[in-house]
């Protein structure tokens, strides 16, 4: 049987060989492809943290004695290495598949622009990562920040980067723009789980969580006092999950306005999640789809979105509306089964308003504006439907490029309505083509997209001027 110490040095081996192995592959595919600007941020930790990593299991086999306790603390030390990296591992594979030509990186650096307006999250760095479910997700990152932390204390380079996290599309709608505004949802995750995380003196999660306890205990009455803590912990849980989606989907209307919504219509029908009677259920992770495009269509009109779509002939609209209509009736399935629902619908539908009023609040400096889509809307759709990016109409004064919002609004209603229109004017382009309809979507798509980067150019040149006119002055 190999000694204490060969064992040691055995596994040790086998660790260092485990992340030079990544350290490879992530060298390689830097090597190979172009990628956004955080997702070089997480290689660059990656590759620093492999080098440390590496450096640290070298020494620490040259330092061990045969001292049994001392070989106990070093195997320890092996093992919360090894815990850290096969955390990282799930993640390297799926980001180095989402280089630059794999994605619409105008759309998630202005998105990412914009969640760092958020009070607390001016440091936001999304990594993509490409996923082959037909589903967006927001990776939660705080676990995985408290493993890097514990380990930080021998290997200090494990420290996670501040404000990184990771968000993740369908392999498939990578180059995508209209369905992928269905991430500004994860977004949405992502701000909620840095807000959670943060220690701010005001602390508007924990007054939310103390109205979903309160609501609870009001409407379940004197059974919710007979209830075991384990039941009334499992039941808090399922409305913080409900609460996190429609927060989510709340925040992702103020950043992206109703193209949000019609986007997230659009994944929900590819799904069939929208089929009866599937969207009045609520489950243990998602109230119902009847439930949360009711708070869209309530915050649309609102914030002035549905006055300045009125005139929108498409069935988006009317969908929305039929399905927010049904927001009152509900079925509660718990373990994939119906079940009788005790109360927590009604307690949940009493923490909507604490939900709306911490949104606002959070997205105060960021709102996407109904009334900048309205006075830019004919303009843009102009240059959309002659093939024109819309930032050139603006060449006479390019600080005065369209809001991305706006474009990306206006162009959407141009996908719903005037698409035909688009390939009927150029000759033998007929609207009843899919396949050409598919190929003159991609190419508005595109438009679109340019309109975004060009308008982040232009604001990053007016960033530089003016840091520069502030050091001349001074």
Not at 205 to 229: N, P, R
Not at 389 to 398: H, I, L, Q, R, T
Request: hydrophobic share 45%; charged share 20%.
């Amino acid at each position: 049987m190999p000694s204490g110490l060969e064992q040691l040095l055995h596994d040790a081996a086998a660790l260092h060989r485990f992340v030079d192995g990544i350290d490879q592959f992530c060298s390689e595919q830097r090597s190979a492809q172009t990628y956004i600007r955080p997702t070089n941020d997480f290689f660059d930790y990656l590759d620093g943290l492999a080098q440390a990593t590496k450096g640290y299991i070298c020494q620490l086999a040259k330092t061990t004695d045969l001292s049994p306790e001392r070989i106990t603390l070093a195997r320890k030390d092996l093992q919360d290495i090894k815990s850290y990296w096969r955390i990282l591992h799930a993640f390297i594979k799926p980001a180095a598949d989402a280089h630059i030509l794999q994605l619409p990186a105008p759309l998630i650096d202005f998105a990412a622009s914009q969640l760092s307006t958020i009070e607390g999250m001016g440091n936001t760095k999304l990594v993509v990562l490409l996923t082959p479910e037909l589903m967006y997700f927001q990776t939660p990152h705080t676990e995985l920040k408290e493993t890097a932390s514990h380990l930080a204390q021998i290997i200090p380079k494990a420290m996670f980067p501040d404000g990184l996290g990771f968000v993740e599309l369908p392999y498939s709608q990578g180059l995508n723009l209209f369905t992928n505004l269905a991430l500004y949802h994860e977004l949405g995750h992502f701000a909620f789980e840095e807000l959670w995380a943060s220690d701010t003196g005001d602390d508007p999660i924990g007054k939310l969580d103390l109205a979903i306890k309160q609501a609870l205990k009001a409407t379940l009455g004197k059974d919710y006092d007979t209830l075991s803590a384990n039941v009334k912990a499992l039941i808090v849980r399922i409305l913080w999950n409900w609460t996190q989606e429609v927060f989510a989907d709340l925040v992702a209307l103020r950043l992206a306005g109703a193209a949000f919504t019609f986007a997230l219509l659009e994944v929900f029908s590819l799904l069939g999640l929208l089929d009866e009677p599937r969207h009045v259920r609520f489950n243990e992770s998602h109230p119902s789809y009847a439930l949360r495009l009711n708070q869209h269509l309530q915050l649309l009109k609102d914030e002035g979105w549905w006055d300045a779509l009125k005139d929108l002939d498409a069935s988006h609209r009317e969908l929305l509306e039929e399905l927010a209509g049904k927001a009152q009736k509900s079925t509660l399935y718990l373990d994939g089964k119906p079940a009788v629902d005790p109360g927590f619908v009604a307690a949940f539908r009493t923490v909507l308003p604490g939900i709306r009023s911490l949104v606002a609040g959070i997205t105060i400096n960021t709102g996407a504006s109904a009334t900048e889509f309205t006075q830019a809307r004919d303009k843009i759709e102009r240059a959309l439907m002659s093939g024109v990016v819309p930032s050139c109409f603006w060449k006479e004064d390019a600080t005065a490029a369209p809001h991305p919002i706006a474009v990306m609004n206006a162009a959407f209603c141009c996908y719903l309505t005037k698409l035909p229109a688009l390939m009927e004017s150029l000759q033998d382009q007929r609207a009843s083509d899919v396949k050409v309809r598919s190929f003159w979507t991609q190419r508005l798509e595109a438009w679109t997209l340019k309109a975004v980067e060009d308008y982040s150019i232009i604001q990053a040149y007016k960033s530089v001027k003016y840091e520069r006119s502030v050091r001349k002055e001074n």
